[in-house]
């Protein structure tokens, strides 16, 4: 039986690396990614750049998700707050609110590679401090500077073999 990803509800964030004794929270999942993304971008960038990222920073943590990556290695959490090994989630950081309105409107949907099933690992960094073989989060300003849509920017940068998938 093929598993299909599902976009869940509530999110389990471990607030510290991996091995750090650290609380773990449960929190609403489009709390959890409105939260990383107003951690991690500017809220004055263009909107089609903001929608490329927080693709990517839903695709990154359902694919956290689908593949039990920490579960499977005995964790009891889905993903950490530290971004050397996943995303920047501040607790108790206030958002923005176009952020809070783009994660509304596109929380149920990632990114997929042609032929795959499960959300893509959409590795990125900012671009400026480090480089990644990723999305780079100020080249997708440029990009959207450029008139490129938010398909259009995470295709630069992941591959013409990517689309947005609704999640079923």
Not at 88 to 102: A, F, K, M, V, W
Request: charge should be negative; proline fraction near 5%.
């Amino acid at each position: 039986m093929i598993r299909y990803p599902i976009v869940p509800n509530n999110i389990t964030v471990h607030l510290g690396n991996p091995d750090q004794a650290a609380r773990n929270i449960t929190i609403p999942f489009t709390e959890y990614i409105a939260n990383v993304a107003s951690s991690e971008l500017y809220p004055t960038w263009p909107k089609e750049a903001l929608i490329a990222n927080i693709y990517a920073i839903i695709s990154f943590a359902l694919n956290r998700i689908y593949n039990e990556w920490y579960r499977s290695k005995g964790y009891n959490f889905d993903i950490t707050s530290t971004p050397s090994f996943d995303q920047t989630y501040i607790e108790n950081r206030s958002t923005y609110s176009n952020i809070d309105n783009i994660v509304q409107e596109i929380f149920n949907k990632h990114v997929v590679k042609e032929g795959q099933i499960q959300p893509y690992f959409t590795k990125y960094c900012d671009g400026r401090n480090t480089t990644c073989d990723g999305l780079s989060q100020w080249g997708s300003v440029e990009l959207a500077n450029k008139g490129k849509t938010p398909l259009q920017i995470l295709q630069n940068y992941y591959g013409n073999d990517i689309s947005i998938k609704y999640d079923a």
